[in-house]
């Protein structure tokens, strides 16, 4: 059984690196995994905006995540930390009652031309998704440095990083199935 993954890339931008990384990934995982890539572009965050409704697009992406078996995010690192996009996206999810965040299993990947490849970024996910309790795979990081010789215009094309997101894909296949036990229990 193929396990159906909402996924979203941190950055908005044509040409960027975590979109390419995102769609090799896609490629990577299609024996095992139905990918559906959402669009995090949803108004800024307001408290006003959810009375009496919050907001269609919103609504659509909560219930798109709470139908998935788990998030795949796919981002770069701004300042040493999560893109605005992505965080308002994520506060937005997070609302109570009934945040599809919860439980829901996360995997976590991003690129950069530096020499971390977003290792800060993911920590303060990490962070955010632990206050809402989604289960975040455990280790298993993937962080691709030096982005610009590793990712082209077909994508990824680094061998260590491929093996390292194989890798880390039945990891998360693995902890999707544990959690899935665990919720008949
Ligand atoms: C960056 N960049 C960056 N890179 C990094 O490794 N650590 C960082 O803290 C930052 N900070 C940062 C802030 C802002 C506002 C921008 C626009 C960029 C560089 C970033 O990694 C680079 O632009 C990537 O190419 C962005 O990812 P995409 O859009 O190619 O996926």
Not at 20 to 41: G, K, N, R, T
Not at 53 to 62: G, H, N, Q, T, Y
Request: proline letters at 5%; a negative charge; one cysteine or more.
């Amino acid at each position: 059984e193929k396990y159906k993954l909402i996924a979203m890339s941190g950055s908005l931008r044509k040409q960027s690196f975590n979109t390419a990384l995102l769609h090799s990934i896609i490629e990577l995982a299609q024996d095992d995994f139905d990918i559906d890539v959402v669009s995090i572009e949803l108004p800024l965050f307001n408290d006003d905006l959810i009375d009496p409704d919050e907001p269609e697009v919103v609504a659509a992406l909560k219930q798109a995540v709470r139908e998935a078996d788990g998030i795949l995010i796919v981002t770069p690192e701004y300042n040493h930390s999560i893109p605005g996009v992505l965080k308002n996206a994520i506060d937005w999810l997070s609302l109570e009652p009934g945040t599809p965040l919860r439980e829901k299993p996360v995997m976590i990947a991003g690129a950069s031309p530096g020499i971390l490849g977003t290792a800060r970024c993911q920590i303060h996910l990490r962070q955010v998704f632990a206050t809402n309790r989604a289960n975040v795979l455990p280790g298993n990081e993937i962080f691709i440095t030096h982005c610009k010789e590793k990712i082209d215009d077909i994508g990824l094309h680094d061998e260590k990083s491929i093996h390292q997101i194989n890798k880390t894909l039945s990891e998360y296949r693995k902890w999707i199935d544990f959690w899935k036990r665990n919720a008949k229990n």
